[in-house]
């Protein structure tokens, strides 16, 4: 099973700053990494996909890179909007995997 | 619109069973695979199973081989999951998710998802 692990695990953070969340893998894969947004009580949202691909309608202050065991997750300038716990998932082979999480505070 | 409706969820007693159903509207159901993804308290999202658009593809995690059954009607958009033998690690808010596919490709990610079903495995 491939491994995902998040740092840092929380990060505080004010509006305007600029927030880079790592997943690093046990294994090393291609691009098939995604990255979720979730709030509270609400189910985990889309943000990218294929490691850097932007789904529609996500805002452009979100990119992803990364190849084989490292991939990141930048939030250019974090809005009130972003305060959310994020996660990364893999789709390189079954059982599909999620990173432990993210919690994005404000500071 | 999307829609994805999870029904089924509840407290149940170690060793007792559940089935959850899922509903969708607004998706082209029949060619879409369908995904249950669980998210045990304060823990990251948990893959749990997967079912291809003609029932000719199912994959199961590990934890819930030989316990859960992923099935599927196309006839009534809706997509079940059967859990037996339920344990206090199930415990569990339960997502039915669709498959991505965009541009022709189909990704193992999932865009659409329900509300949850929260289920509750204690004594």
């Known amino acids: 099973d491939i491994q995902l692990t998040q740092s840092p695990s929380s990060v505080s953070a004010s509006v305007g700053d600029r927030v880079t969340i790592t997943c690093r893998a046990s294994?090393?894969?291609?691009?098939?990494l995604a990255w979720y947004q979730q709030k509270p009580g609400k189910a985990p949202k889309l943000l990218i996909y294929a490691a850097s691909t932007l789904q529609s309608g996500v805002p452009s202050r979100f990119s992803g890179s990364g190849s084989g065991t490292d991939f990141t997750l930048t939030i250019s300038s974090l809005q009130p909007e972003d305060f959310a716990t994020y996660y990364c998932?893999?789709?390189?082979?079954?059982?599909?995997?999620f990173g432990g999480g993210t919690k994005v505070e404000i500071k | 619109e999307v829609q994805l409706v999870e029904s089924g969820g509840g407290l149940v007693k170690p060793g007792g069973s559940l089935r959850l159903s899922c509903a969708a509207s607004g998706l082209d159901f029949s060619y879409s695979t369908l995904n249950w993804v669980r998210q045990a308290p304060g823990k990251g999202p948990e893959w749990v199973s997967s079912?291809?658009?003609?029932?000719?593809?199912?994959y199961y995690t590990d934890s819930v081989k030989g316990r859960f059954t992923i099935s599927r009607d196309n006839a009534k958009n809706s997509v079940y999951l059967q859990m037996n033998s339920l344990r206090a690690e199930d415990t569990a808010v339960y997502y039915c998710?669709?498959?991505?596919?965009?541009?022709?490709?189909?990704?193992?990610?999932?865009?659409?998802w329900g509300q949850g079903t929260p289920v509750t495995v204690s004594s």
């Open positions: 998932q893999q789709a390189d082979s079954f059982p599909l995997t």
């Open positions: 998710a669709s498959r991505f596919c965009s541009g022709g490709s189909c990704y193992w990610h999932f865009d659409y």
């Open positions: 294994q090393g894969f291609s691009s098939w």
């Open positions: 079912i291809s658009s003609s029932s000719s593809y199912i």
